[in-house]
């Protein structure tokens, strides 16, 4: 059973309008949860990262919110450039003996249209 | 730094024979992670290493699988006698402690 859910496979948006990821996870010992970027043809990329203690962490063009109640977080992308285009991974771990082992969701495929 | 270090990164073998894949981790690191991506099940780890020790094989979906990391700079992962489903893109991670994880190329494992 997936303990951390990406229901969209895939994602088409136009470039300099918003992109957002979703992600749920069901089990409640996480607390910490990352995302990863992949393009074709590479390993994954370490994208954005957020705290159970938090909602909301941003960096630069790129927003994590995290609904603790809802089991719920979501990747935001303004603007969307065509270079966002690849497969973003969402990942959640519980804090276990100080290890973060996350967990991967099977990712959802962004493409950004010029 | 070179990052992590993938080899093969194709393969192309025949149902029944041995495959190994290679990894050299970034230096310095102390965790080692296989995993293993598919279109039905994405991303799913299959064995992680603490200094050179496993720690979690669970993931690894049969005894066909094995992996060893005889010391700080290399592991492998082998499959014996592979099938065609184990046709995948094999990623090694490493990561330095709680820190986040460091991905290689891949290998991509086509077994006919």
């Known amino acids: 059973d997936q303990q951390v859910k990406q229901n969209s496979p895939s994602l088409s948006v136009q470039e300099g309008r918003i992109s957002i990821l979703n992600c749920d996870y069901t089990n409640s010992m996480f607390d910490y949860f990352l995302w990863y970027k992949k393009y074709p043809a590479e390993g994954p990329t370490f994208l954005i990262s957020?705290?159970?203690?938090?909602d909301k962490n941003e960096d630069g063009r790129f927003t994590v919110f995290l609904n603790k109640s809802a089991k719920h977080l979501s990747l935001h992308i303004v603007p969307s450039q065509p270079g966002d285009s690849a497969v973003y991974f969402c990942a959640a771990s519980p804090k276990e003996g100080g290890s973060y082992i996350p967990t991967f969701g099977r990712g959802t495929s962004l493409i950004v249209h010029p | 730094d070179a990052g992590v270090i993938q080899s093969p990164r194709h393969e192309v073998t025949e149902m029944g024979q041995e495959v190994t894949l290679r990894c050299k981790p970034i230096?310095?690191?102390?965790?080692l992670f296989w995993y293993r991506q598919t279109m039905m099940r994405g991303l799913e780890l299959l064995i992680y290493f603490n200094n050179n020790v496993p720690i979690d094989d669970s993931g690894m979906p049969e005894d066909r699988f094995s992996a060893k990391m005889p010391n700080a700079s290399f592991s492998t992962l082998k499959i014996q006698p592979s099938e065609p489903r184990d046709s995948a893109v094999y990623f090694c991670?490493?990561?330095?402690?709680?820190?986040?994880?460091?991905f290689g190329p891949g290998t991509r494992l086509t077994v006919l």
């Open positions: 230096s310095g690191h102390d965790y």
């Open positions: 991670a490493s990561s330095r402690s709680t820190d986040t994880q460091y």
């Open positions: 957020i705290s159970s203690i938090k």
